[in-house]
């Protein structure tokens, strides 16, 4: 246990505090058993260490960080962990990648059971639904997404400003205003195409030229080991994935035609399916229904994005499609906190209320003339007016 907390010391000594995610406060602490899940890359450690830092650091005694992938777990249970820690006055326990550990949920159920005195905060993939199941964490533990940077923590950082989040219902009724607010600290248009092209995982800060390329590994490890370990996925399709990704991120957005894209593929029109419905679990996709029930994991979605606009620049050399990448951004920045459907009419119904046409600053009304509740996301304009709102406006939601 030593060993665990010298590393632990160690790698707290490294963080910063001068810029914490907004998530951090939205967390409410004083549960006793709090789950972060979120792709690879959007943050999750450095929250757990700048929490410890901001909160605990004046009693480090009975505080401990391990990530459950150490080599130490090899010849170590959790639940012994746990016990020695405890007996020697421990009360504040944080997990880090739990799903790395075999059978992490159920040892969890059993701690939260037998040591009420202990607090444990556990981070892990976005699949972590899948093994929770099989402990029943969900009536004990208190479960936060976490996404990659908005472009208004993109430009905290990058200005050193601070600038209050908005509704969606402010954005909608007084853009103007915002915009106008926003704009008296900062010009976000100078800063926007940056962030669309690598501003969205927090660690673009540490080597920007290494940006894309390490982007590209963590979308590999992704596809290699957590969709084969929480998925079952054989590794000999990984690359039919990459290819099917890759054709997402060159499209102008992605209609898939599943008949064609399966044999053209080689794969059968139900196991392509299933990718679609993988790769949106794991963080890489988002995936546009119609429908507002419950998506049956066989249902062919009308529109995939990529999850994110720096995805886009990691997977491929090609010049990305303007449009794809607007509305990649939209989809984002809305998907996290409200519900984001397809539209007929425009590109996207969200909330089941509000309909959206993204397009550039010139982009007209036509489209959704004679439509209640509908807008225009345009890009590249500082300021909008009546129903036509700034694409980068958007990115304030959270």
Do not use: C
Not at 192 to 202: A, E, I
Request: aromatic share 12%.
């Amino acid at each position: 246990m030593e060993e665990l907390v010298e590393k632990f010391r160690f790698k707290l000594s490294l963080i910063s505090t001068d810029f914490v995610r907004s998530l951090e406060a939205e967390i409410n602490w004083k549960a006793r058993l709090i789950g972060v899940k979120g792709a690879r890359g959007v943050g999750k450690t450095t929250l757990l260490l700048q929490h410890i830092q901001l909160h605990h650091s004046e009693n480090l005694d009975k505080v401990l960080y391990v990530s459950l992938d150490s080599i130490w777990f090899s010849n170590n249970t959790l639940v012994d962990l746990v016990d020695n820690f405890v007996k020697k006055g421990g009360e504040f326990l944080f997990l880090d990648e739990v799903h790395r550990y075999d059978n992490w949920s159920q040892e969890l159920k059993n701690i939260y059971d037998d040591y009420p005195m202990l607090q444990v905060v556990f981070t892990g993939s976005s699949l972590l639904h899948i093994l929770n199941a099989r402990a029943d964490l969900s009536r004990r533990s208190i479960t936060y997404t976490m996404q990659g940077l908005s472009f208004r923590e993109y430009l905290s950082i990058e200005t050193g400003q601070t600038f209050a989040k908005l509704t969606l219902e402010s954005i909608l009724s007084n853009h103007a205003k915002e915009a106008t607010l926003i704009h008296s600290k900062v010009k976000p248009l100078h800063y926007f195409d940056r962030y669309l092209k690598q501003g969205y995982y927090p660690f673009y800060k540490e080597e920007l030229d290494l940006y894309l390329p390490r982007l590209e590994e963590i979308i590999n490890m992704m596809l290699e080991i957590e969709l084969p370990l929480l998925r079952g996925l054989d590794l000999a399709y990984v690359h039919k994935i990459k290819q099917l990704l890759l054709i997402i991120s060159e499209s102008v957005p992605f209609v898939p035609n599943v008949t064609k894209l399966s044999q053209k593929m080689g794969i059968a029109r139900s196991t392509l399916l299933m990718y679609f419905h993988y790769l949106a679990e794991i963080g890489l996709t988002i995936n546009m229904f119609k429908e507002s029930g419950g998506i049956s994991k066989l249902q062919k979605p009308l529109k995939v994005y990529l999850e994110n606009t720096n995805l886009m620049y990691a997977l491929t050399s090609k010049a990305a499609n303007t449009g794809n990448v607007r509305e990649t951004f939209f989809a984002n920045q809305l998907a996290y906190k409200h519900k984001v459907m397809y539209s007929s009419k425009g590109d996207f119904l969200v909330n089941e209320q509000y309909v959206f046409e993204i397009g550039g600053k010139d982009k007209s009304i036509k489209q959704i003339e004679g439509i209640e509740n509908a807008f225009i996301a345009a890009d590249a304009i500082e300021y909008g007016f009546q129903n036509k709102i700034p694409l980068w406006l958007f990115g304030f939601l959270y």
